[in-house]
């Protein structure tokens, strides 16, 4: 008897021992949600309060390319947007973080230059920090990652490829795609009729020349579409939308091995590379195979991008919902809209202005990089090149000066 009080007594301790120590394992994960959820809400309100019209007033009144851009330094310094914060969200956490994650990042060498979309270096460490669940030691390895492969894979200097006119006429018929206006927040659309892609495209294309494709316009939506995007909206738009048609989609593409690679690779580009570009992806015209495709993709995508997912209506509850947060001549005409350009004619436009980005490239044979790639954001803002560069070698000094007429 002895012997099993005692034996009681052993398993009773345990049993209590076992207790304490999943109340501290579940104290510690509380904690750790508990400073997520406080830093998610200090973004949102960060965010909510740059979008501002009294502040966007006060901070882009007659500035023609955004917040900062006469004696705007793109290095360590601080954005004028983030200097005229509240004092409030000044002493955030999220601010400490992101000063943290910023000094970090210069002793590393520095942010690359043609990764700061539209000069804001702060939003663009936000992203990375936001991937990163916070974790500035993560989101600053990250960041060398992507640096160490925009280097490997010279990214900087990828807007002057193209493709060869005839795989590109292919690649238009087969994998019909393009960026498509822009919501009423300002995201650059991108319309794909992801349902109508025959995988024929690998007959003529290599998969190392559609993931490069796909870079490309990763590279075009950062360095040209979230320029102009920034200015006429007067803040940093950095994030962009998705219409993904799938009428005509089905199962096959789920024994398409090579198709499905191709897909994965490009999510891990995106997800490692270029976070948090993603405000929402509108699906169209889901059929019954949606679900079963989704079901082996959805593993593919980030758990947070899953609520990004909005599936649109048929008929007409789906044109009133798109309309709410889409401008009606940017819907295309298919789903109801009002839009006066064809894919072809977005097409046109992506090719027109790749085409003068190289000759950018051709006529400033023996600036530097930066130079070249500064002018670049100013020609997007700017395509008729009302505003001059003035630079410096010692690189602190870009402005942007309209041109007096004589």
């Not at 989609?249 to 994965?264: D, E, Q």
Request: glycine share 6%; charged share 30%.
């Amino acid at each position: 008897m002895k012997r099993l009080a005692a034996t009681k007594l052993r398993l009773a301790l345990l049993a209590l021992v076992g207790w304490r120590v999943f109340l501290g394992a579940r104290g510690k994960v509380s904690g750790k949600t508990r400073a997520k959820k406080q830093l998610t809400r200090e973004t949102n309100e960060v965010m909510a309060e740059i979008i501002t019209e009294d502040f966007l007033k006060e901070n882009f009144e007659g500035s023609p390319g955004g917040a900062g851009d006469t004696a705007r330094t793109e290095t360590a310094a601080a954005s004028p947007l983030m200097a005229s914060l509240s004092a409030r969200s000044k002493k955030s956490k999220l601010h400490t973080l992101v000063n943290a994650l910023r000094d970090q990042v210069e002793e590393d060498g520095g942010f690359p230059i043609c990764a700061i979309v539209n000069g804001d270096l702060e939003r663009s460490l936000l992203r990375f920090l936001i991937a990163a669940e916070f974790d500035v030691s993560t989101a600053r390895e990250n960041i060398r990652q992507m640096k160490a492969w925009r280097e490997e894979n010279d990214i900087d200097n990828l807007l002057r490829w193209i493709l060869p006119e005839d795989k590109l006429k292919i690649l238009r018929r087969c994998m019909p795609s393009s960026y498509h206006g822009n919501d009423k927040e300002g995201h650059p659309i991108h319309l794909e009729r992801t349902g109508r892609f025959q995988w024929e495209i690998l007959r003529h294309c290599s998969a190392e020349e559609l993931v490069k494709i796909h870079i490309l316009a990763q590279e075009y939506q950062s360095r040209v579409l979230f320029p102009r995007a920034s200015a006429a909206k007067r803040y940093t738009v950095d994030k962009m939308a998705n219409i993904l048609d799938l009428q005509g989609l089905n199962l096959g593409v789920l024994s398409n091995l090579h198709a499905l690679n191709i897909f994965k690779q490009v999510q891990r580009i995106d997800q490692k590379y270029y976070p948090e570009m993603l405000s929402v992806t509108y699906i169209v015209n889901a059929g019954w195979a949606f679900r079963a495709v989704w079901n082996v993709l959805k593993v593919v995508f980030p758990a947070r991008d899953h609520g990004k997912m909005k599936l649109v209506p048929r008929g007409e509850k789906g044109l009133r919902m798109l309309k709410e947060v889409i401008p009606e001549e940017h819907i295309p005409k298919f789903l109801g809209g009002k839009s006066k350009y064809e894919m072809s004619d977005y097409q046109q436009k992506m090719m027109d202005d790749l085409k003068e980005i190289r000759t950018l490239f051709s006529h400033n044979v023996g600036r530097t990089d930066t130079y070249i790639q500064r002018s670049i954001r100013v020609w997007s803002v700017d395509p008729e090149r009302k505003l001059q560069l003035e630079y410096t070698e010692s690189e602190t000094v870009m402005e942007q000066k309209a041109i007096m007429d004589s």
